[in-house]
């Protein structure tokens, strides 16, 4: 008898498939011959990651061939187990093909990206009424989503908070083009149905936003009991620190699937260009209308941006927030081209350079 799996389960799941789990990933699985079984990462820690399987969770650490190779599960994987029944133990040997993958820019000095989280349907972007709304972030969560491959979707928290959401709802749509922009209360519970179209068995949903928002609020609201700790109840409250440590992927009683990931301080662009096209996209459509292919759309003449910010079409913000995100993807673009190295070489090039110009000018030394 091999009943591992349930004496291992901590919430005592009974899971008869893996969350998610389809007919092409079957397929994938299939070239793995021998004790083999399949599972998804709900969690990942220093050393293990906590793997829902048909059963239950368990615990399974990764291989050294995959360490080596620099392959790293992350939540929302699916993965393929080493099954040794005989000594009770799980080993992750691979990660079956990512329909999606949220990644960043690291946010360290090398340009590889960072995956953070894989196979999402559905990106909810929770941010709420006061400070935390600014459009100009949530173009930059837009872009990074877009490329995520995951369906963007922006939540308005705390409209409990608020006499008359109107305005802020219809700023935010003007910004969000086809994007659903949907206003609710994690606490009141008001509007939570308006998201049950995105909550479906099989589908995951996982939510990003800054450290506050509501997120982890949510989930538990949806759960109909505090499974994840928030910042109400809190033991040490300390300001600034961030309640949602973990992220963590959570089945809901529908069969739904839910990831809260940790608020997000400061978030870089990967390699997001269809992104921004696909945000600015009244701004990319335009384009096409400019005389130059090339148009930076700042001083050109002939220009249909600029026309479009003159005629109060297009908010000058707005333009200065795709030229802002358009820079930074160029700059993290060249920094994995040249290596950080190259580009500070680059930088020290043209200053050197700079000064001989001015010691050939000038005559001194
Ligand atoms: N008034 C009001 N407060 C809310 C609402 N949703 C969440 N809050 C409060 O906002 C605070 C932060 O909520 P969390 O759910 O911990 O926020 P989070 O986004 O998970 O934060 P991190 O885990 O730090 O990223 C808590 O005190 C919640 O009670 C809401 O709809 N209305
Ligand atoms: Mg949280
Ligand atoms: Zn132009």
């Given at each position: 008898?091999?009943d591992r799996?349930?004496?291992?389960n901590?919430d005592?799941l009974d899971?008869?498939?893996i969350p998610?789990w389809n007919?092409g990933?079957?397929?994938?699985l299939s070239?793995?011959k021998?004790p083999?079984?399949?599972?998804r990462?709900?969690?990942?820690?220093k050393?293990v990651?906590?793997?829902l399987?048909?059963?239950?969770?368990v615990?399974a650490?990764i291989?050294?061939?995959m360490?080596r190779a620099?392959?790293q599960?992350?939540?929302?994987d699916f993965?393929?187990?080493l099954?040794q029944?005989?000594?009770n133990?799980y080993?992750?040997v691979?990660?079956l093909?990512r329909?999606?993958?949220?990644?960043?820019?690291?946010t360290?000095d090398g340009?590889?990206?960072?995956?953070?989280a894989?196979?999402?349907?559905?990106i909810?972007?929770?941010?709420?009424?006061?400070?935390d709304?600014?459009?100009?972030?949530?173009e930059?969560?837009?872009t990074i989503?877009y490329s995520s491959?995951?369906?963007?979707?922006i939540?308005?928290?705390?409209?409990?908070?608020v006499?008359?959401?109107a305005?802020?709802?219809?700023?935010?749509q003007d910004i969000?083009?086809?994007?659903?922009v949907?206003?609710i209360?994690?606490?009141s519970?008001?509007g939570l149905?308006?998201l049950?179209?995105?909550?479906n068995p099989?589908?995951?949903?996982?939510?990003?936003?800054?450290?506050?928002?509501g997120k982890?609020?949510?989930?538990?609201?949806?759960?109909?009991?505090a499974?994840?700790?928030t910042?109400?109840?809190?033991e040490?409250?300390?300001?600034?620190?961030h309640?949602t440590?973990?992220?963590?992927?959570f089945?809901?009683p529908?069969g739904g699937?839910?990831?809260d990931?940790?608020?997000?301080?400061?978030?870089q662009?990967g390699d997001s260009s269809?992104?921004?096209?696909?945000?600015?996209?009244?701004i990319t459509d335009?384009?096409q209308?400019?005389r130059f292919?090339?148009c930076?759309h700042?001083d050109?003449?002939h220009c249909?941006?600029q026309?479009?910010v003159?005629?109060g079409?297009i908010?000058?913000?707005r333009?200065?927030s795709f030229?802002?995100l358009t820079?930074e993807?160029?700059?993290?673009?060249e920094?994995a081209?040249?290596g950080?190295?190259?580009?500070?070489?680059?930088?020290y090039?043209?200053?050197s350079?700079?000064?001989?110009?001015y010691?050939e000018?000038?005559g001194?030394?």
């Amino acid at each position: 008898m091999d009943d591992r799996s349930k004496s291992e389960n901590p919430d005592n799941l009974d899971l008869e498939v893996i969350p998610g789990w389809n007919d092409g990933l079957e397929v994938a699985l299939s070239a793995y011959k021998g004790p083999y079984i399949a599972g998804r990462v709900a969690a990942q820690h220093k050393t293990v990651c906590d793997i829902l399987i048909p059963g239950g969770m368990v615990q399974a650490a990764i291989s050294g061939a995959m360490r080596r190779a620099g392959k790293q599960p992350v939540v929302g994987d699916f993965v393929v187990l080493l099954d040794q029944a005989e000594i009770n133990s799980y080993t992750i040997v691979d990660i079956l093909p990512r329909k999606t993958c949220l990644a960043r820019g690291s946010t360290g000095d090398g340009s590889d990206e960072q995956v953070i989280a894989a196979n999402i349907d559905t990106i909810f972007i929770v941010t709420a009424v006061g400070n935390d709304l600014n459009l100009r972030r949530l173009e930059r969560y837009l872009t990074i989503v877009y490329s995520s491959g995951a369906n963007p979707v922006i939540l308005i928290n705390k409209i409990d908070l608020v006499d008359d959401p109107a305005q802020l709802i219809q700023e935010t749509q003007d910004i969000a083009g086809d994007v659903p922009v949907i206003a609710i209360s994690a606490l009141s519970k008001d509007g939570l149905d308006k998201l049950a179209p995105y909550i479906n068995p099989a589908e995951t949903v996982a939510l990003i936003g800054s450290s506050g928002v509501g997120k982890s609020t949510l989930i538990n609201a949806f759960f109909g009991e505090a499974i994840q700790k928030t910042l109400g109840v809190r033991e040490d409250d300390d300001k600034g620190k961030h309640t949602t440590t973990v992220r963590q992927l959570f089945l809901l009683p529908n069969g739904g699937i839910f990831i809260d990931n940790p608020g997000i301080r400061e978030i870089q662009l990967g390699d997001s260009s269809d992104g921004i096209d696909r945000t600015f996209s009244d701004i990319t459509d335009l384009a096409q209308g400019c005389r130059f292919k090339d148009c930076t759309h700042r001083d050109e003449p002939h220009c249909a941006v600029q026309r479009a910010v003159h005629q109060g079409l297009i908010p000058q913000e707005r333009l200065d927030s795709f030229f802002k995100l358009t820079a930074e993807l160029t700059f993290q673009s060249e920094k994995a081209e040249l290596g950080l190295k190259g580009i500070e070489k680059k930088k020290y090039k043209a200053i050197s350079q700079g000064a001989r110009k001015y010691r050939e000018f000038t005559g001194k030394p």
